[in-house]
């Protein structure tokens, strides 16, 4: 049984869609459809399509049902985030706020502290490279200030820095 092809575009619109298009598959299904509505045979446009009838018709469908759109490949879910928006928030504010010296005993965060601190918090296990991802995701590089003591004097770093004259003398 063949399964029409809802009125709407004509082949040059279909070409010229298939023309715009960013995803080659997409395009390759929109040809296939222009040669149908050209009046080739179902499988004469199937082979152009590379594809057969079979799959020609379930796009056929797909296009019948959502249109332009219908004919891109969803994305497969994958597997579902360890952790909610709302921990990550979490995170990112305990990582803007820094860690404290007396409560956690360290002067900055590595990746190895907030993934056992995710552990302690919400019971996830979280891997350091998938911490770093997930800073990442909030907006956070990998460059960090240089660590400071708590009892470091204000002027202590401008007193060690080079002050040395330049060797040669511009004229």
């Known amino acids: 049984m063949v399964v029409p092809l809802r009125d709407g575009l004509s082949a040059s619109e279909f070409r010229a869609a298939a023309a715009a298009a960013k995803d080659a598959n997409q395009a ?6 222009a040669a149908v509505r050209d009046g080739l045979s179902r499988e004469a446009a199937a082979k152009a399509g590379g594809m057969d009838r079979q799959t020609l018709r379930d796009w056929v469908h797909a296009y019948n049902e959502h249109g332009i759109d219908g004919l891109i490949n969803k994305p497969p879910p994958g597997r579902p985030a360890k952790l909610s928006p709302g921990q990550k928030a979490e995170i990112g504010e305990l990582v803007k706020a820094g860690p404290d010296i007396e409560k956690d005993g360290l002067v900055r965060w590595r990746l190895a502290d907030l993934a056992r601190i995710t552990k302690e918090r919400f019971g996830v296990s979280v891997d350091e490279d ?3 991802r997930i800073l990442h995701e909030l907006g956070f590089s990998r460059i960090s200030a240089r660590p400071q003591h708590p009892g470091q004097g204000d002027g202590a770093i401008a007193d060690f820095k080079k002050t040395s004259q330049p060797s040669c003398a511009r004229p």
Request: net charge positive.
């Open 28 to 33: 390759r299904r929109l040809l296939a459809l």
């Open 130 to 132: 998938t911490m770093g």
